[in-house]
């Protein structure tokens, strides 16, 4: 799993870590292990001397297809339910606002970015900062909003024409009152992403983004490019090299756990939930580590045993790392044997950038087809991993991306109202 040191062994080897899934340990420092001793084969794992040599036998290529189905079940089933839920098209389309007032509309408009309609590119205010006319009518609309119809009549046409529409129909009716304009959400969506350098860390990328490969239609070779998801990214904590069983002793300077054995009058330690709130609250972090010496003869004795265990801290290697808030670790915590220290319990993945600004503009952005990268469109011919590919070298050189996504239902919706009236 993450956070472990057999993981990184494996990923300095250039091996997968996947293909350990479901491997039997045979031994461990060439003393084999079976069925009748696999308390002493705990023991032998949890035992921090160093080097330690594990012999696997990897799972047979059956064994590994079922567990890899039990494993991959539950995503399915949830990739099923999610494709019920009715989209937003389903439910409203159109949200049309009555001006009566006289005056100016109140609404800036400008090209969308197919041509298809004017869109809405900002709004005129009043001296108090509020939009003209009735405020809680007029905030149903966002920029980027197309404008389909003005007094009933279609303002929507292809290459262009629904923007002369627009712009003949407002200057013949936009100053007769009451004016009636409806309006859709756009279904092309542009997203830019910059990098976040935060305290030295970088959380995320590209690979965040999880794309499928779809044909255009059952007789076309066309191939297009889904956005089906986010996976998580690797955590600072993961990214510095904290392992599992590692000992967190300072906060931001102050001592925790077993660091509180390191500094004479420092009392005694937080309890664990105190260290987690304590982390929570501050921002950035700073945390230091506390590990046994790889080459340190073993102190661990059998889990079975009752007499209470703490790390040797004066002779453990320490080390630190930083990170903007305690969402970006990707870890928690457990109390040690002695009840007082603050042990690395598990390490999991965490939200990166790339889904958070995603998140953050509240777009219905899966599901969408990935129109263009950077301004260039993607051509019909690629693959989602060639894509992936680009999107690596150019974030890397760039430290930014464009991403146009464009919701295909949602404009075949749009555009069935091209010719229609209320």
Known sequence: ?????????????????????????VSVNGKRYGPDNQVDLFAALKDPARPKSILFKLASEDDAKRLNQLVERPHSDMSHSKEQLPSATETSLFTTVQIVNQGEIGIKFGSSPDNFALAVSGFVRDSDGRRLHNENEMSCISENDLLCRVNGISVLGEKGEGKRKGLSVLEKVGNNRP????????????????????????????????????????????????????????????????????????????PVGAGCRLLQGSGPSPKLFEVIEMMKQHSPLALTFARAQTKQASTVKSYLTSSPLSLDIESAQTFSI????????????????????????????VEGQFQRKMKQTALPLVGCKLEALDGEAIPNYVTSQLVVNAMSRQWSANNRLELTFCDENHRDNVRKCQDSKE
């Not at 990923?11 to 039997?24: E, H, R, S, V, W």
């Not at 928690?332 to 319990?345: A, E, S």
């Open 322 to 349: 930083a990170a903007p808030d305690y969402s970006q670790l990707g870890l928690t915590f457990t109390t040690g044997y002695n009840g007082t220290d603050v042990v690395v319990k598990t390490i999991s993945g």
């Open 1 to 25: 799993p993450r956070g472990t040191q057999a993981r990184k062994v494996a990923q300095d080897k250039k091996l997968d870590p996947n293909l350990f899934k479901g491997a039997m340990i």
């Open 179 to 254: 004016l009636s304009l409806s309006f859709v959400k756009p279904y092309i969506h542009t997203i830019v992403i910059e990098r976040e350098e935060n305290y030295g860390s970088n959380v995320g990328g590209p690979s965040e983004l999880l794309f499928s490969d779809m044909k255009s239609s059952s007789t076309s070779s066309d191939n297009k490019i889904i956005l089906g998801g986010f996976s998580l990214a690797e955590g600072v904590a993961e990214n510095n090299d904290v392992f599992i069983g590692d000992n967190l002793v300072f906060i931001n300077g102050i």
